[in-house]
């Protein structure tokens, strides 16, 4: 029995053929961000500043007082010129780069701040409103200082009738002593 085709093998399919067109480099973006962060915070560093000054006080004392033979800039610092050139070149587009991904950052950090501070201010809406019902639930509900005043106010009366109970007690006393 003969074997199923496969779909690439049959006249009337055309053979998938991969071909790549151009070499592109393949890049991690994220380690070539780290590398860039890197190189831009050193970029700004006292360190930097001092080593390429060294660097440039060298070249340029090593090309004015060297002799002849030994000098590789012959003419007035034109391949210092370049070379720093060349380095601005690679400095300006890294730095841009660290940059965006501090803003990428930042704006990462800016969301997550504007969401809490959303869920802060529910919360406390909530809260606010939830005070509010106990305040108002507490309006109908007798206070410790509601219920002190109606017991001063029933030991009151109560110390007035027992005053009027002694007073009539004592009142009728006399009148029973007075007939016996």
Do not use: C
Request: hydrophobic share 40%.
């Amino acid at each position: 029995m003969a074997e199923p085709r496969r779909t690439g093998d049959r006249l009337d399919t055309p053979r998938q053929v991969k071909r790549q067109i151009s070499w592109r480099p393949s890049y991690d973006t994220d380690s070539f961000g780290v590398f860039a962060e890197r190189f831009a915070r050193f970029m700004g560093t006292a360190k930097f500043l001092m080593w390429m000054t060294v660097f440039v006080i060298i070249w340029v004392v090593w090309n004015s007082f060297a002799p002849k033979d030994w000098r590789f800039d012959e003419y007035p610092l034109i391949f210092l010129t370049l070379i720093l050139s060349l380095q601005a070149s690679y400095a300006a587009p890294l730095i841009l780069l660290a940059q965006n991904r501090q803003e990428d950052r930042d704006r990462v950090v800016a969301t997550q701040d504007r969401e809490a501070a959303t869920r802060a201010h529910a919360d406390m809406e909530f809260l606010a409103r939830e005070v509010a019902s106990l305040r108002m639930a507490m309006g109908e509900v007798a206070t410790r200082d509601y219920l002190r005043s109606e017991l001063r106010t029933l030991l009151s009366e109560l110390e007035e009738r027992d005053q009027g109970r002694e007073q009539a007690e004592a009142g009728s006393g006399t009148s029973h002593e007075g007939r016996e």
